[in-house]
């Protein structure tokens, strides 16, 4: 069992997401390949570990007692891991693709991080989801992370931080807004082709309404783009000048007092960004430590 501590690692992450379904998601594996593993454990200590409930999963004795070893080699394992990297003396550039949002605001913040942990220099390339993921089939980048699955044969997809699209503007605005209030403001729009254009659009069709009747201002390839549009607007305009955004890129400006946000009454529009790697290099030493250290701050 513990020359195959993969299947120890589905196991802790069953009990942390406390989910067969959410579990696979995280690991990367289909729900029937986390079955399958969890079964492998119990039939091996011939011992029940887990009872699937309704509203989760809960641990027997025997799953207490073996998810305290797990969590314990899993940590020992970790810090071994960072000592073998300082054995492998390769110097190179560590390439990560990562969507706009992702990768002008919330990867920089792990950067050095990820730096030390893999004695190399990191390189960050920022574009849409489905041409990061081109790049990384064509090997010109080691890792991906992106704000939405572009699903492709011979690609390892993990899920990694939750995100939500909110409406914000330089102006105050009603924090729950009605269909009506959306036609009352100006619109920076993202581009068709990007996925906060598509999300937003399902859930305007949803609440019934058509974003024909918006008043545009501008159609805009970058988050930067439109925040800082948004941030430079006429503060003192009869109409409030808005667009939807990942709370991830605006947050900051949002505690400074420089934007204000709101969301769609009864609605809250949620999805998560991926981590993604080439199947073949599943097992690399380098993609597997930035991998690990990434799916450690899923909660940021």
């Keep these: ?23 696979s ?47 314990r080699l899993e940590k020992a394992i970790t810090n071994s891991e960072k000592e073998l990297l300082k054995i492998i003396n390769k110097e190179f550039t560590f390439i990560m693709g990562a969507s706009f949002a992702i990768g002008n605001y919330v990867l920089p913040n792990y950067l050095s991080e990820i730096k030390k942990r893999i004695n190399n220099e990191v390189y960050i390339h920022v574009d849409l989801s489905a041409a990061i993921i081109d790049e990384l089939e064509d090997k010109k980048i080691d890792l991906a992370l992106i704000e939405s699955p572009e699903f492709r044969d011979g690609v390892i997809y993990r899920e990694w931080v939750e995100d939500e699209l909110v409406v914000f503007s330089n102006q105050e605005i009603p924090k729950h807004l009605k269909a009506e209030d959306l036609v009352e403001f100006d619109w920076v729009c993202r581009n068709e082709t990007s996925h906060t254009r598509k999300l937003t659009s399902e859930v305007f069709e949803e609440i019934g309404v058509n974003c024909a009747s918006f008043n545009v201002l501008a159609v805009l390839a970058s988050s930067t783009a439109i925040k800082e549009t948004i941030l430079n607007a006429d503060k003192n305009a009869q109409r409030p000048l808005v667009s939807i955004m990942s709370r991830h890129v605006i947050q900051a400006d949002i505690a400074a007092g420089r934007l204000y946000e709101a969301r769609i009454k009864n609605y809250k529009i949620e999805r998560k960004f991926y981590i993604a790697y080439l199947k073949e290099r599943k097992h690399d030493a380098f993609v597997d430590n930035v991998v690990n250290y990434l799916l450690s701050l899923h909660k940021v």
């Design 1 to 23: 069992m513990l020359k195959d501590f993969a299947k120890l690692q589905t196991f802790i992450m069953v009990i942390k997401e406390k989910s067969f379904s959410k579990a």
């Design 25 to 71: 998601a995280k690991l990367g594996i289909s729900q029937p390949a986390v079955t399958q593993q969890i079964k492998f454990i119990e039939d091996y200590l011939d011992t029940k570990i887990v009872d699937r409930k309704k509203n989760g999963i809960l641990l027997t004795k025997e799953g207490e007692d073996l998810y305290r070893i797990a969590t």
